[in-house]
């Protein structure tokens, strides 16, 4: 299965004297075990263990693979060197096992003795993004090329002193995540590097488990990289006296972002307490998370562990404290803004800007639906933000978007329903709609098309066959209504339920059959056309002339149900002019599923219409001066968005649409080995850098209306199918000669020139 649970690790033969500071360590071990501090109350929440291990080599290893898994998190040194920043993923790739990291340590080793130092923080709860195992645990297995260490007693270990608990309020309940509290006069100086047992009382720690045994079963290789450090950088600040005897000190930072804040301070007393927050500590409706300092006497600096998110660090501490500088480290998942996108209209490059920090700011150990309120992967936030990512971010993130498809499906119950958000052990709600859109056309499907990776699609297509056997018709053949836990269809009002749940099963069946397809699955190919046909025809019954309209549903005409309709081709084509006036008479979706009916616009070819409607509704926070991310509702703080969190991915679907309609670009086959270029003139210059897989694919097109000019760069190995504007053109020019043939492009990079017959254009 992996090195940490093969049944049968070896010690190897060459020399390797592992060294205590107390004695020797004993070979008899054949598996690593999962260890903790021999400390009582250790399995408490927010417990932070100190472990050591000293060993020695005989000379510098060409290799040195390390493989540590823990629960929760961990900070690696080696030799005094930081080697690891925030190790761990957030437990859960199914709800029994727990996920390990492997690490080169070979730069960081040397001949002789070698210090290993590794700082665990046990969050001891569960979240909407964790699920606990129940015990404070570390596994480590070092290899290298003539050598093996494995975690064992002869570690030495102690619970931290200096990290404790802070008094309310504390962080919401969907948070695994505890409020740190350090206190610097129980620090343990340079543990790392010191005689450590006897300066600090480090003792042997005590074995639990082997790799592979409960609580935390069989270690699960990381799928995704270890976290971008973007360096230390300093904050620029103002203070402001609050009363006689303390004082408010905030930090302005570039723009929302994960970070850890780093103070410098002096106090000539200590035990002076300082409040660290941010501007989203409390945001979203909830109490999110902070930290506390307590201050020794003189100069120090610290350093937070646990993340925080925010564009501003708010401080509060004594006038008999002097915080002399605030500075912070901006981590984040490894990924590049290679996507590039330029227009000539202002309000939709501001758009793309914070759509783009929104999306990053939002992504860590799974994409989130906000990095302060839950940290949670709900999953039809993922199918809107995977759709983003594809034309924003380095094809890194497609690793981010297969550990959630995996994660999904691994979660799946016995009696075959899905839900989100997962890894999670304190929620287990199906959203049956959210639970449709994941496993459908616009989820794995569309992962499916940019990628080209078919090993995870036939992994996940079992579990999307099971899911969709739960649904059921009704004796019109339309979806049968299913509530599941939670029938959450949208933020906001005017829902109808009924019909919006059929256009998603529908487009999940959409998505099973092009699964099936490639999968070679004959039969259920037919199954899933007859349900589909069924469907079809039982929706189409909706429609009363003018727009879809379920009989039981009472509210106002719901703009959701007929973006779906338009998407999935249940609405035919004589329906658009009358499904035009619902989108422009009715604006009920929220920022969510307002991309839905951006596309079916588009899709409609109303594309000017779309980006007016966008303007409209995104100009709050759009134009908001303050916000470098978007927001949860149409507005700050609505009640009816959940709380309404200002850093909001979902909010960003225009993204998408920008790529795929407005720049028109699309995979025709999976994985970009044939695309699409279908520009659309809504603006009349644009231009698009889309990181695929294929390499990077960049169209530029200007509409003068006398020609219409584009310019391709096609990636090697792959075929552009370029479908130009519907405009009647006398002559068009590749590359200054004059061109006949159909418009198929390999490799390489391409002028096109239009030029336009004024006489007889018709847009």
């Not at 290679?338 to 860590?364: A, H, I, P, S």
Request: with cysteine.
């Amino acid at each position: 299965m992996n090195d940490f649970f093969n049944g049968k690790v070896q010690l190897t033969t060459g020399i390797l004297l592992c060294l205590l500071l107390t004695g020797v360590l004993s070979s008899a071990a054949t598996l690593p075990q999962w260890i903790t501090a021999n400390d009582g109350n250790v399995n408490r929440p927010n417990t932070w263990i100190a472990f050591r291990k000293d060993f020695y080599l005989t000379e510098k290893p060409v290799l040195a693979t390390a493989q540590i898994a823990v629960d929760s998190k961990y900070w690696l040194w080696i030799n005094g060197e930081l080697a690891v920043f925030e190790g761990g993923l957030k437990r859960g790739p199914n709800p029994n096992d727990t996920y390990y990291d492997r690490i080169d340590l070979s730069p960081y080793l040397n001949a002789g003795v070698n210090q290993i130092a590794l700082l665990l923080w046990y969050f001891g709860k569960d979240g909407f993004s964790h699920n606990d195992s129940g015990k404070a645990g570390l596994l480590f297995h070092l290899e290298t090329d003539r050598s093996q260490l494995l975690s064992d007693s002869t570690w030495l270990s102690r619970i931290h002193p200096a990290y404790l608990d802070t008094g309310e309020p504390f962080p919401n309940w969907r948070l695994p995540e505890s409020n740190i509290r350090f206190d610097a006069n129980r620090d343990m100086n340079n543990w790392q590097l010191k005689d450590c047992a006897t300066e600090y009382g480090f003792n042997p720690s005590k074995e639990i488990a082997p790799a592979g045994d409960q609580p935390w079963g069989n270690p699960v290789e990381r799928p995704i990289p270890q976290w971008k450090d973007f360096g230390v950088k300093t904050a620029v600040t103002e203070r402001i006296s609050e009363s006689d005897s303390s004082y408010k000190l905030t930090a302005h930072l570039p723009y929302n972002m994960q970070m850890t804040p780093i103070i410098e301070v002096f106090d000539s007393i200590g035990g002076h307490l300082i409040a660290i927050e941010t501007d989203h500590t409390f945001a979203g409706g909830d109490t999110n998370l902070r930290a506390e300092y307590i201050t020794r006497k003189g100069r120090q600096e610290y350093e937070s562990q646990g993340w925080l998110n925010g564009q501003k660090i708010i401080l509060r501490a004594s006038h008999d404290v002097d915080i002399r500088s605030v500075k912070y480290r901006e981590t984040g998942y490894d990924a590049e803004p290679d996507g590039q996108f330029y227009c000539d209209d202002d309000f939709f490059m501001r758009f793309w800007e914070k759509g783009l920090r929104t999306l990053y700011v939002n992504m860590r150990d799974t994409w989130f639906d906000c990095p302060d309120r839950e940290r949670a992967q709900w999953w039809g936030d993922v199918v809107v933000l995977m759709g983003e990512s594809f034309y924003t971010f380095s094809p890194s993130t497609h690793l981010l978007m297969k550990k959630a498809i995996r994660e999904l499906i691994d979660w799946q119950r016995a009696d075959s329903t899905l839900f989100s958000p997962v890894p999670a052990g304190n929620y287990s709600d199906e959203l049956p709609a959210q639970m449709l859109a994941s496993v459908g056309y616009y989820g794995f499907w569309n992962y499916y098309m940019h990628t080209g990776d078919t090993a995870t699609l036939a992994y996940v297509y079992p579990g999307v066959k099971k899911y969709l056997g739960i649904w059921k018709q009704d004796s019109t053949g339309l979806t049968e209504y299913r509530e599941g836990g939670w029938d959450w269809g949208d933020w906001g009002y005017d829902i109808d339920r009924r019909l919006l749940l059929a256009g998603w099963h529908y487009l999940a069946l959409k998505g099973a059959t092009e699964m099936a397809k490639v999968l070679g699955y004959q039969q259920d190919i037919k199954t899933y056309h007859h349900t589909m046909e069924q469907i079809k025809t039982a929706f189409n019954t909706c429609w009363n002339g003018s727009e879809y309209r379920h009989p039981a549903y009472p509210g106002k005409t719901d703009d959701r149900v007929h973006a779906l309709a338009v998407l999935s081709g249940i609405a035919g084509r004589e329906k658009y002019d009358r499904i035009f006036e619902v989108f422009k008479q009715q604006w009920n979706a929220s920022p969510y599923m307002e991309k839905y009916v951006m596309e079916a616009l588009f899709a409609m070819d109303k594309g000017e219409y779309a980006l007016q409607r966008v303007k409209e509704r995104f100009s709050p926070m759009i134009n908001h001066p303050e916000h470098t991310t978007l927001f949860e509702g149409w507005d700050i703080g609505n009640k009816d968005f959940g709380g309404g969190t200002t850093n909001h991915a979902w909010s960003g679907g225009a993204l998408t649409v920008i790529g795929q309609y407005v720049c028109g670009i699309y995979p025709i086959e999976a994985g970009y080995k044939t695309f699409r270029i279908a520009p659309n003139p809504v603006f009349h210059k644009a231009s698009i850098a889309v990181p695929s897989v294929a390499g990077m694919i960049r169209s530029e097109f200007e509409s003068s209306g006398k020609a219409f000019l584009l310019n391709i760069s096609v990636p090697g190995n792959t075929t552009a199918t370029v479908v130009l504007p519907p405009m009647n053109y006398k002559k068009i020019l590749v590359n200054g000669k004059e061109y006949k043939n159909s418009l198929r492009f390999p490799a390489g990079n391409y002028r096109i020139e239009c030029i336009i017959d004024k006489r007889t254009t018709t847009k």
